[in-house]
Antibody, heavy 123, light 106 residues
């Protein structure tokens, strides 16, 4: 059974770059049926899709974050990563990685999720 | 940008009740809509995709309907395990979530 596990620093300073990695186990990140994405949830608030990436490098980013987000995939390590630059307190959130399912060429739900990791932006 | 608005924000209900949650899109998303359930401290779980298709393993008391701009999630007979927050998510343009509806014990 596929599992996803986020890792990375739990804190970041304002104006710095937040970096997280998601390790995929129980299946290949090179599967042609899935993209791989990031979603975040500020404390006590709702969900926000950040971006999704295919193993070939094709990406979709949330337009509201596009200029600050980079998602990359390392197929040799079966993992993918998130970098979010110029962070502020508003970027404090639980960050989830997820498997973004593709059906007939359309990305629909995140059907497998990591447990989430809290990142706090504070000086 | 498409905005997704859920109502109500909170619903108080008892075990056995029928619960309906509404999700409205600011423009048509056809039937490209999903529903998730999230419990405190846990990742969301997909329940429904394409407005009315049940994810594998999801109990049949959950159902979804709608198209265009108005959608509903119905729990036909609320069970103790169903007290949670529910989110809709469109995937016609990007993958925008509604703000959530908390189902709490009455």
């Amino acid at each position: 059974q596929m599992q996803l596990q986020e890792s990375g620093p739990g804190q970041a300073k304002p104006s710095e770059t937040l970096s997280l990695t998601c390790l995929v186990s129980g299946g290949s990140i090179s599967s042609r049926s899935y993209y791989w994405g990031w979603i975040r949830q500020p404390p006590g608030q709702g969900l926000e899709w950040i971006g999704s990436m295919f193993s070939s490098g094709s990406t979709y980013y949330n337009p509201s974050l596009n200029s600050r987000v980079t998602i990359s995939v390392d197929t040799s390590k079966n993992q993918f990563s998130l970098k979010l630059s110029s962070v502020t307190a508003a970027d404090t959130a639980v960050y989830y990685c997820g498997r973004h399912r593709m059906i007939r060429g359309r990305l629909d739900v995140f059907d497998v999720w990591g447990q989430g990791t809290l990142v706090t932006v504070s000086s | 940008d498409i905005q997704m608005t859920q109502s109500p924000s909170t619903v108080s209900a008892s075990v056995g009740d029928r619960v309906t949650i509404t999700c409205r899109a600011s423009q048509s998303v056809s039937n490209w809509l999903a529903w998730y359930q999230q419990k405190p401290g846990k990742a969301p779980k997909a329940l429904i995709y394409k407005a009315s298709s049940l994810e594998s393993g999801v109990p049949s008391r959950f159902s979804g309907s709608g198209s265009g701009t108005e959608f509903t999630l119905t729990i036909s007979s609320l069970q103790p395990d169903d007290f949670a927050t529910y989110y809709c998510q469109e995937y016609n343009s990007y993958w925008t979530f509604g703000q959530g509806t908390k189902v709490e014990i009455k």
